[in-house]
């Protein structure tokens, strides 16, 4: 009983996210970075911390540490996009938050976001929650519970053991269920909601993809826009105001 | 005598030099260039010297109706001589076309000198022939107006000129003002007119070959402002013309008529081409012509709260007036005034000059760093053919001091779902620690691959049941198997009771029946040998407690009474949990 419990978690441990290997490598690479920003070589800097994401591995601390030089460099639209994709990895940071402010409060374009229903904000809070792969990690460790606690169940003698046991193991199964459907429900979030950076220093949004098409409004470096559907070379965006149009996918970056 | 003779001889000898040192000119002089089959024609051959054998030409095409008529005059005016010698003809053509009179000859002073050949223009029969000395006519054909277009296929808002120049022959002269009754209005043009002041400047030139005085009525600078013909109103004017007439007053001078004509520069056209369209950049606004452009901050650090200037500046030559300045775009954290406009333009016959320049007060409201972007604006060189672009520099205002704590609140205001609490007034330094993830982790949740795992995790609760029940089958613990089967006995010795509850009598009876099925199979008794003491003997053999031995035979007896007397529902009850107790008790002593 014992020997099987120690035979789940070790088999959890060896499927764990692995860690990159040539780890130092990445962590020399990012020291001499940090090193390099420190004495305002800021493109310089930015060369290393590209290595290291060159290698295949990435962190929030090393898109945030990008985002920083960016905008030291007074490229906002990078600065910007790195901001994004660390908060991608680490949702809450506050510091990343904070100086992404910064930023924002140097961009031109000011969108203000749509009123969301409370339903609204629940769907798209519930597809923010976890990775994907924690979810699937959470979902395949609960029927791991349920597993054990339903041999466990078998083993114990006492009624009160016995009820614990049972408890438990309906509980894992409900737990198992709901783990799956998040991590459903987080993977059709990510592909649904693909969102870009403007690069472009000025750009028109148009009715539809063509040159020819009305120019609706303009756009400017550092917006972000959500990503809908793509014709050829030009992509449907939507504002967080809710605006839509098309695009050149050229003056736009996808995270 | 002779002397005098001598004398008279030295002085012509003196004079001949000085008739010689002025050049001999021997030109003619037609009354008229152009004139109807039925009119006549008067041709002088003019001479400055005194010549000899003039042969006139043959004049071809015209009959000759008189002349030559000799005629020499002479004078002296403060001391300088001046002399003619003129041949006139009247001549009337006999034939319709251009008709050149051909050159007379002259000898001055052994030397032959020729006139130049004239050309007449003979037009089909005029219904009152123009009587050459006619005033009307001649102030009509001795002043124009004339509207000179410096480009009459000019591109749109591209600058053209308009002078308008009155021409005056030396045949008349203007000496009264002159009205005037149609000025030109300029539709589909912007215009600026630039009237000559004060005194008109007079200037020798040609007309039409011939030699005029002229004077710069007016300037006006058009810029096109639609494409294809556009046509400039003609200017008229009511002039004043003083004439001479062939009278002479009392003093022998001649004496002018005054006559009044309206004249008018006729109606021009202007074809007025479009800019081309190809390689049009997307911030062309319509300027056209030769600029330069330039953008500049007034500083590029201060605090917030405090303001700078921003101005946007085109400067050079083209329709200044008639473009909007290229827009900038601020930070979003700026706040921005309406630009205050600057204009230092002045109109010339070229075209406008100067700089347009926009001043933009900005308040930036909190502290950081601030790109301002670059700014391109776009013309069109008429000259070179094409559109030209200039981009300035960008602007970098730094924001020392100021709040940053403000930018966060408007930032949640204008974003709701993105309430930053920013416990920095700083803009944070970088992270100095890092753990690694792979970047595109392969996809895994939904995958067969993450299912086999599920259901692999699910398979081993039936292998365990498998597995376990083949342990228990072959490496026996058979007490355990021999424990369940009993507990499973002593629920069947005892359901018969049960089901007897409501009938004490017969609980009583199954009651008994199941403890001596319950002895015999636990003690390996059987009914004949189960006696109180038998009993009493084997359960202390086997360590059963004291106790419950008691109450196990207790209950045998209750059983035994019971048949003969009768019970309480009470009893049967109490009994029914007894008997369970003591046979657990048993068992439980003989494990």
Redesign the interface.
């Known amino acids: 009983m014992m020997a099987r419990g120690l035979y789940l978690l070790v088999f959890i441990m060896f499927f764990a ?4 290997h040539g ?1 130092g490598q ?2 020399n690479w ?2 001499q970075g ?1 090193q390099l ?1 420190k004495n305002e070589q800021y493109n310089e800097a930015i060369l290393r911390w590209e290595a290291v ?1 060159e290698s ?4 929030a ?2 898109y ?2 990008m985002a ?2 960016y ?2 460099l ?1 490229d ?1 639209a990078s600065s910007i996009y790195y901001y994004e994709k660390a908060l991608a ?1 680490s949702p809450g940071d ?2 990343i ?3 992404r ?2 930023v ?10 749509q ?2 229903t409370l339903f609204q ?1 629940w769907d ?1 809070a519930s597809g923010q929650l976890l990775s ?2 924690t ?2 990690w959470l ?2 460790f609960f ?2 519970l349920f ?1 054990f606690v ?2 466990s169940f ?1 083993l114990v003698e006492t009624p009160s053991a016995k009820r614990l046991s049972f408890v438990t193991g309906i509980l894992s199964v409900i737990l198992f269920t709901g783990s799956i459907a998040f ?2 429900k987080t ?1 059709s979030y990510s592909q649904n909601y693909r969102w870009a950076i403007v690069f472009s ?2 750009m028109s949004v148009r009715s539809g993809p063509r040159l020819s098409d009305e120019a609706l409004f303009e756009l ?2 550092g917006t972000k826009v959500r990503l809908l559907q793509s014709q050829d070379e030009w992509q449907e965006v939507e504002l ?1 105001d809710g605006r839509r149009g098309w695009v050149s996918s050229n003056e736009i970056k996808t995270l | 005598m002779r002397v005098m003779v001598k004398w008279v001889f030295y002085a012509f000898v003196l004079m001949i030099p000085l008739s010689l040192g002025a050049q001999v000119e021997f030109t003619a002089k037609v009354s008229k260039k152009k004139l109807g089959l039925n009119e006549r024609l008067r041709i002088d051959f003019e001479m400055n010297q005194d010549g000899d054998n003039f042969e006139p030409p043959s004049f071809e095409g015209f009959r000759v109706l008189g002349g030559p008529n000799q005629s020499i005059s002479n004078s002296w005016i403060n001391g300088k001589r001046s002399y003619s010698k003129t041949y006139s003809f009247f001549l009337a053509p006999l034939k319709k076309g251009v008709i050149t009179i051909g050159q007379a000859s002259i000898e001055v002073d052994g030397e032959r000198y020729k006139s130049l050949p004239v050309e007449v223009v003979v037009t089909e029969a005029v219904e009152i022939p123009k009587d050459g000395n006619n005033a009307d006519y001649l102030a009509s054909e001795n002043v124009h107006l004339v509207a000179e277009v410096s480009n009459t296929n000019p591109y749109l808002n591209e600058a053209i000129t308009v002078v308008y120049k009155l021409y005056v022959s030396n045949q008349v002269s203007i000496t009264s003002n002159w009205r005037e009754i149609d000025s030109p209005k300029y539709a589909d043009f912007w215009s600026q007119t630039l009237d000559q002041k004060g005194q008109l400047q007079i200037y020798e030139g040609q007309y039409r070959g011939e030699d005029y005085r002229y004077v710069v009525l007016r300037t006006a600078v058009l810029y096109p402002q639609k494409t294809g013909e556009l046509s400039i109103e003609p200017l008229t004017l009511d002039v004043p013309i003083d004439v001479r007439s062939n009278r002479r007053d009392f003093f022998g001078r001649f004496m002018t008529t005054r006559v009044n004509k309206t004249i008018s520069a006729g109606r021009r056209t202007i074809n007025v081409k479009p800019l081309p369209l190809e390689n049009r950049p997307e911030d062309f606004t319509g300027a056209v012509g030769f600029f330069d452009f330039d953008s500049s901050i007034s500083r590029s650090e201060l605090d917030a709260q405090e303001s700078l200037e921003y101005s946007v500046t085109v400067r050079g030559e083209g329709n200044l007036k008639l473009f909007e300045l290229p827009k900038p ?5 700026f706040e921005v005034y309406e630009p205050a406009r600057n204009d230092k333009i002045s109109t010339r016959t070229s075209g406008m000059r100067g700089s347009v320049s926009e001043v933009y007060t900005l308040v930036p409201q ?1 502290q ?4 301002l ?2 700014l391109s604006f776009s013309y069109f060189d008429p000259n070179l053919e094409r559109y030209i672009t200039k981009t300035t520099q ?1 602007h ?1 205002v730094s924001v020392i001091n100021g709040p ?1 704590q403000e ?2 609140q ?2 949640s205001e ?5 309430k ?5 007034d700083r ?15 392969a ?4 995958t067969w691959a ?1 299912w086999r ?2 259901l692999g ?2 398979i ?2 039936p292998m ?2 498998i597995i ?1 029940l083949i342990r228990n089958r072959y490496l026996g613990d058979t007490a355990s198997r021999d424990l369940r089967k009993r507990k499973r006995l002593i629920a069947q010795y005892l359901s018969q009771a049960k089901a007897e509850q409501q009938n004490p009598t017969a609980f009583y009876a199954a009651l008994e029946r199941s403890l001596h099925l319950f002895l015999k199979a636990q003690l390996k008794l059987e009914t004949s040998g189960m006696s109180k003491e038998n009993i009493r003997a084997l359960m202390t053999q086997r360590k059963v407690t004291q106790d419950a031995i008691d109450r196990l035979i207790g209950l045998i007896e209750r059983c035994e009474r019971a048949r003969y007397a009768p019970t309480t529902a009470v009893d049967v009850q109490n009994d029914y949990n007894e008997a369970q107790e003591v046979i657990a008790l048993i068992n439980n002593t003989k494990r």
Request: proline letters at 6%.
């Open positions: 996210p692995q860690n990159g780890q990445s962590d990012f020291d940090n920003y994401l295949g591995v990435h962190s601390a090393i945030y540490n920083n030089a905008y030291h007074n906002l990895l506050v510091e938050k904070a100086n402010a910064y924002q409060n140097a961009l031109i374009d000011v969108i203000r976001e009123p969301k904000k798209e994907v792969n979810w699937a979902g395949l029927m791991g597993v339903a041999i078998n991590g459903i993977q220093q000025e400017h470096a967080a | 775009q601020f930070p979003n954290a909190n950081g760093t601030y790109p972007p670059p960008d970098i940053a930018s966060a408007q930032n204008r974003n709701e779902t993105n930053v609490v920013v416990d920095t803009f944070s330094y970088i992270k100095l620690q890092s753990d690694w993830y792979a970047k595109n982790p996809p895994w949740f939904g993450y795992w599920v995790l699910l081993l609760l365990w049941f376990s």
